[in-house]
């Protein structure tokens, strides 16, 4: 957003002075392979000029070919902008474009930008890109509470009518960004959906449990989005410990759950696997954060237990669940009851 941001307001300021920039902005993520990259970049600069001669090529040649004439002709900086530069499949195509003025193809130069996530992206790169990529280095650490506060305040501005927001929210969601590694997308998707939920229970003012609601529906959110890219024997172990839950409601031990197992697995025609294996289940189903495994002592003569408790709403995780169709004949039976 930074890297936009100023490259269009260097834009302006040229288009005030009677001068011209171009900026090409590349999302690697989709451009990841040489060819549709260059033909992309070309045909942004036939469009930023309006005489250029329409030229696509086949094969990586050509389009280079194309690519030192558009500069050429073009009288002016032109920046390329490499967003999510780690996703290129041939980085090094990054030194070809940056060298070009230097091996004699153009007289001109282009500005290379290049923005990533990824720390060891640069390490690993060969020398001579590394040469070219690093010569301005820019480290943007992720915001804090008070920065994100700032800019949740400027949205709010916008978006909300005046005395809407009671005190507590904006700070509210700024901590939760700034927990989750100073994320402004998070902060203000909480923000914003902390306003309609006040809407949705007809409320004026965006209030505090409105914000924790927000809160705890993305996590939801998010757990029932793990929990449907779940194979087929983790989420029959996870809807044997939800179906468990729901008839004892406090807590269900492990021991109880390889016979609700085997029976799901009767219903819906799966080979099940020994407790061992849905031990480890457990186990992944925990880590993922789905529910918790804990161990409870009853004494010296009953032992050690450990105790399974889902973390989500089990309603929400049996409705994912029996969305996959491998579970349909499971959903019928419970339809029925
Ligand atoms: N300083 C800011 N002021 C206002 N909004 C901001 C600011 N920084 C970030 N945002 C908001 O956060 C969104 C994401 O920012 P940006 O696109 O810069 O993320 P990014 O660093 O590229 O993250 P990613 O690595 O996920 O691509 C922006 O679209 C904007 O809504
Ligand atoms: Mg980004």
Known sequence: MLTK???SEIALAAENLGNKVIVVYIYCETLSAPSPMMQY???SLINSMHDAEKLVGITMAKNFDYFYKLVDKFDGPILLIFDEIDKLKHPDIINQIARIKECGFTKNNVCVIGITNDTNFYDNLNGRTKSVLGQNELYIPPY???QLNDILTSRANAAFVEGSLEEMVIPLCAAF????????????D???TSGDIADQRNSKMIEEIDVRAAKEGMELNRQLEVVGGLPTQTKSVLVACALKYSKNKESVETSEIYAEYLRICEIISVEPVKPRRVNDYLGELSVLGVLSVNK???GRRRGVFNVIRPLADTGALMEVILQDYRFENLKRRLERV
């Open 41 to 43: 970049i070309n045909q």
């Open 5 to 7: 941001l100023i490259t």
């Open 190 to 192: 909480i923000l914003r």
């Open 177 to 188: 960004g700034a927990q989750e590694n100073g994320d402004a997308r998070t902060a203000i």
């Open 144 to 146: 804090d509470a008070e």
């Open 296 to 298: 409870i002592s009853r």
